[in-house]
């Protein structure tokens, strides 16, 4: 498994979490958790997902070719929302509407029917 395809360790590194500081994972895990399950709200998935260790990929998850590229920028910025805002209340409001706008890109893309566009 290549470093950059493990769901925790990505975050981590999008989280400027020093590798060798394993005493926050179980933070991580918690964090990443909850925005799987976001995700299983909004139609992503049958059954709610969760992460326990570093073996997880992203292609664990889906293998969707539109949900692919946005699922990790989605649970990168929710994550450190949750466990590392930015100070400036600025790049806070930027980071919400980031995710706000991965949800609704997220939304379409499971909506029954959006599939019929590739025929």
Known sequence: MAYKDSILRSVSDYCMVPQEADVYDTDLLDKINAAFFVLFQLGCSKRPYTIEDDSATWSDFTDN?????????????????????PANSFLVSQLKEE?????SR?????????EELDE
Request: glycine residues 2%; negative net charge; charged residues 25%.
């Open 106 to 114: 997220i939304s379409y893309t499971v909506d029954p029917g959006w």
């Open 99 to 103: 995710i706000q706008e991965l949800i």
């Open 65 to 85: 070719p539109y949900l692919s590229p946005i699922v990790p920028e989605f649970i990168k910025k929710k994550v450190k929302l949750e466990f590392d805002p």
